[in-house]
């Protein structure tokens, strides 16, 4: 199992970023994928969550009008598009294989995801 983030990098206040997790080495679309996201002293935090038949979506309350999670499971590939970003973005965020097909109501909680990639550093400064 491979999961590879990219796409993270520096940006400005009400920039957009988008970030790509390619996977690997396991049938995509038998599984939900998540990001999540961790600054230094904190614990990781559940940000989006894609289920892989219907694709329905979760989201955090806090980025659900910034943020939109989509699958292109022809591709393996989840994507995280984020717009008007804040400094309080900033983090190291990273995409997590979930055990299931669906996220459900408790998506956040780390003990789903069995495999977790490298992560992608976001920056929002000016």
């Known amino acids: 199992v491979q999961l590879v983030e990219s796409g993270g990098g520096l940006v400005q206040p009400g920039g957009s970023l988008r970030l790509s997790c390619e996977a690997s080495?396991?049938?995509?679309?038998?599984?939900?994928i998540g990001w999540f996201r961790q600054v230094p002293g904190k614990e990781r935090a559940g940000v989006s969550c894609?289920?892989?038949?219907?694709?329905?979506?979760y989201t955090l309350d806090s980025v659900r009008d910034r943020f939109t999670i989509s699958r292109d499971n022809a591709k393996n590939v989840v994507y995280l598009q984020m717009s008007s970003l804040r400094p309080e973005d900033t983090a190291m965020y990273y995409c997590?294989?979930?055990?299931?097909?669906?996220?459900?109501?408790?998506?956040?909680?780390?003990?789903?995801?069995?495999?977790w990639g490298q992560g992608a550093q976001v920056t929002v400064s000016s």
């Open positions: 997590a294989r979930h055990s299931r097909r669906r996220c459900i109501n408790t998506w956040y909680r780390l003990f789903w995801y069995d495999s």
């Open positions: 080495g396991f049938p995509f679309d038998d599984h939900a």
């Open positions: 894609i289920d892989s038949g219907d694709r329905s979506t």
